[in-house]
């Protein structure tokens, strides 16, 4: 069996690939993440657009982008790559963050049950994670686990409801998610 890889190994692996390859540590081994669709992407920009408006209406020092490396207390092997992450603080250059307040993954067909289950649990690691949000492409299902919630699932299914995210003091309609997408309106 070869030898789980250090986050440290795993970057210095990483910087020999070409930029375009998105690569995530999962327990020591490094995985390859497909292409996504041009649907997945949209969905990425309407909430990191949504977050960034957001941000600039209320002044606030949280920072939206597009997902990098999360250090995960639950499993010091790996460094998964969440598709939007909120930061509590600025953007300081590096390409891992500790300090994800909210975190989204737009599901794909890499993510199977076991890495949704996997996902959750060492996300609800990151100590000031509050929310993790996964969005289906399958069908509008947006699904929204708190800290507060003790990271129980509260499934919304509705283009007019809204994930609440408390911690960063806004909320982000469904409408908005899907917008572009094949369960939205063209925009």
């Not at 669709?37 to 309407?46: A, F, G, P």
């Not at 790996?78 to 500790?98: F, N, Y």
């Not at 067909?109 to 690691?125: E, I, L």
Request: hydrophobic share 40%.
């Amino acid at each position: 069996m070869a030898e789980l890889l250090t986050i440290e190994e795993f970057l210095a692996f990483t910087d020999t690939r070409p930029d375009e390859e998105r690569w995530e540590l999962i327990e020591g081994v490094p995985v390859l993440n497909a292409s996504p669709t041009d649907y997945h992407q949209i969905v990425v920009l309407n909430i990191a657009s949504h977050l960034l408006d957001e941000k600039k209406r209320l002044g606030a020092a949280w920072f939206p982008l597009p997902g990098i490396g999360t250090r995960v207390p639950a499993s010091t092997h790996s460094l998964p790559q969440p598709d939007v992450m909120v930061k509590e603080r600025a953007a300081t250059g590096s390409a891992i963050s500790d300090d994800a307040l909210v975190i989204f993954e737009v599901l794909s067909k890499s993510n199977t049950k076991d890495d949704q289950s996997w996902r959750r649990k060492v996300y609800a690691s990151v100590p000031n994670c509050r929310h993790y949000v996964t969005i289906s492409l399958k069908a509008v299902e947006v699904v929204v686990h708190d800290r507060d919630n003790a990271w129980k699932g509260r499934r919304l299914n509705d283009l007019a409801e809204s994930v609440e995210l408390s911690a960063l003091g806004i909320a982000l309609p469904l409408s908005t998610i899907y917008r572009s997408s094949p369960f939205g309106a063209a925009s």
